[in-house]
């Protein structure tokens, strides 16, 4: 996998997450393409996850 292509994915993963731990809603996803939504919503779900167990 081409460097500029991992960077690219690797960036959505993280701008998800933030949007999970700020407790935004999956339905905000700004991406299209299915590889970098795919990310996006993992880290978006690993965020969500974060901010529960850290609530407890």
């Known amino acids: 996998m081409k460097r500029q292509k991992r ?3 690797e960036r959505a993963q993280a701008k998800g ?12 996803c700004p ?3 299915t590889d970098a939504r ?5 880290g978006w ?3 969500r996850d974060t901010k529960a167990t850290s609530m407890k």
């Open 45 to 47: 779900r690993d965020g």
């Open 7 to 9: 960077d690219r994915l």
């Open 38 to 42: 795919s990310q996006w919503l993992g």
């Open 31 to 33: 991406y299209q393409a």
């Open 17 to 28: 997450y933030q949007a999970g731990m700020s407790g935004r809603s999956s339905e905000t």
